[in-house]
C-alpha cells in the first residue's frame, strides 16, 4: 500500500515536472505582452527614442527600419547586426550589404540606455530594434502593429551569413523570391516588404548600373538620377537618391506606383513590376494603400518571427555593441 502510494506520487511529481517543462516551452515564444510586468514602460522609451531621432532626421527612421531586416536576414533576429567588430571579433557591419550604409546604431544605443535605467538587464537589444523598426515606420505615417517579443540577443554574429543571405539590389525576381523564401516568406510577403522603400535612400553603386544599362526604366528618370550618379565606377559612388521619388519620407503606397511608371531605382525594385508573377501584387498595392499597409504588418510581424533565441539561449546585452 505504502509503494503504492510512492508510486502515484512519483507520478504526481514527474507529471508536474512535464507540465512545468511545458510551460516553459510556452513562455519561450514570443508575446506581444512579454514586458508587461517587468518593464513597464518599455513601449513608451522606445517610442519617444525614435521620435526625437526620426524628426531630426526623417531618413533615420527608414535606417532602423532597414536594420532590423539585415539582422533578421542573418540566423534570425537576434541583434547580431548591432555588435561592433574588435581586434578578436568580426561582426556583420562590414559585411557587404552594411559596409558604409549601415546606420541607426548610436539610435539603438541611446534608446538601450534609456531602457536599461528603468529596467536593467530585463530587454534584449533584438527586441529593442524590432519595437524600434515598428516605431519608425508608424512615425513616417505608415501602419502601426503589435510588435511580438521575447527576443535574446545574440553571443556571436557571421559576417559570411551577412554576405550570402541579405538580398542584393541586383536580384533578379526569382532569386528574391528564394531568398525570402528560405527564411519562410511568402512571394507576396516578399513584395510587401519591398515596399518599405518607400521611404529612405540608396548609394549611386547600387542603381549605377539599372539607370545607364537597363531600358526597362522611365528615360526622364534615368537622366535624373544619372546626374548625381556618375558613370565611372568609383566616381560618386556614396552619392544618395530616394528610393521613392516621390515621398522618401513618407510610408505610402507611391513605390508601387513608381514601379508602375517604370521608376523603381533598383533593379531589385523594378523586376517586381516587369511582367512577372508579381505584377499583379504590385498593381494591387499602387490601387489599395490599405492592402498594401495591412499586408506589410503582418509581413513585418512574420519576419520578426524568424530563428529568434528564447528562454536561456543568448543573453541580455548590457549594451547593444557588445556581448556580455
Known amino acids: 500500500m505504502a509503494s503504492n502510494q510512492f508510486v502515484s506520487i512519483l507520478v504526481l511529481v514527474v507529471t508536474l515536472l512535464l507540465q512545468g517543462d ?92 534609456a531602457v536599461e535605467k528603468a529596467c536593467p538587464g530585463v530587454v534584449s537589444c533584438a527586441d529593442i530594434l524590432a519595437i524600434a523598426a515598428r516605431d519608425s515606420v508608424v512615425q513616417l505615417g505608415g501602419p502601426n502593429w503589435n510588435v511580438k517579443v521575447g527576443r535574446r540577443d545574440a553571443k556571436t554574429a557571421s559576417q559570411a551569413a551577412a ?16 531568398s525570402f523564401s528560405a527564411v519562410g516568406l511568402s512571394t507576396r510577403d516578399m513584395v510587401a516588404l519591398s515596399g518599405a522603400h518607400t521611404i529612405g535612400q540608396s548609394r549611386c553603386v ?10 526597362n526604366i522611365n528615360a526622364a528618370f534615368a537622366t ?52 512577372g508573377s508579381t505584377d499583379s501584387i504590385v498593381r494591387g498595392y499602387s490601387n489599395s494603400p490599405s492592402s498594401f499597409n495591412s499586408d506589410f504588418a503582418s509581413a513585418m510581424i512574420k519576419m520578426g518571427d524568424i530563428s529568434p533565441l528564447t528562454g536561456s539561449s543568448g543573453e541580455i546585452r548590457k549594451v547593444c555593441g557588445k556581448t556580455n
Not at 75 to 85: E, K, M, Q, Y
Not at 206 to 215: D, I, K, M, Q
Open 163 to 178: 554576405n550570402s543571405n541579405i538580398p542584393a539590389p541586383n536580384m533578379s525576381l526569382s532569386q528574391l523570391i528564394s
Open 22 to 113: 511545458n510551460n516553459n516551452v510556452v513562455k519561450a515564444q514570443l508575446t506581444t505582452n512579454f514586458y508587461s510586468t517587468s518593464c513597464p514602460n518599455l513601449l513608451s522609451t522606445v517610442k519617444s527614442g525614435v521620435k526625437s531621432a526620426v524628426s531630426s532626421q526623417p531618413r533615420m527612421g527608414a535606417s532602423i527600419l532597414r536594420l532590423f531586416f539585415h539582422d533578421c536576414f542573418v540566423n534570425g533576429c537576434d541583434g547580431s547586426i548591432l555588435l561592433d567588430d574588435t581586434s578578436s571579433f568580426t561582426g556583420e557591419q562590414n559585411a557587404g550589404p552594411n559596409r558604409n550604409s549601415a546606420r541607426g546604431f548610436t539610435v539603438i544605443d541611446n534608446i538601450k540606455s
Open 224 to 275: 535624373l538620377r544619372q546626374r548625381s550618379c556618375p558613370r565611372a565606377a568609383g566616381s560618386g559612388d556614396a552619392n544618395l537618391a530616394p528610393l521613392d521619388i516621390n515621398s522618401a519620407t513618407s510610408f505610402d503606397n507611391s513605390y508601387f506606383k513608381n514601379l508602375m511608371a517604370q521608376r523603381g531605382l533598383l533593379h531589385s525594385d523594378q523586376v517586381l513590376f516587369n511582367g
Open 206 to 215: 547600387n542603381f549605377r548600373a539599372r539607370v545607364y544599362n537597363e531600358t
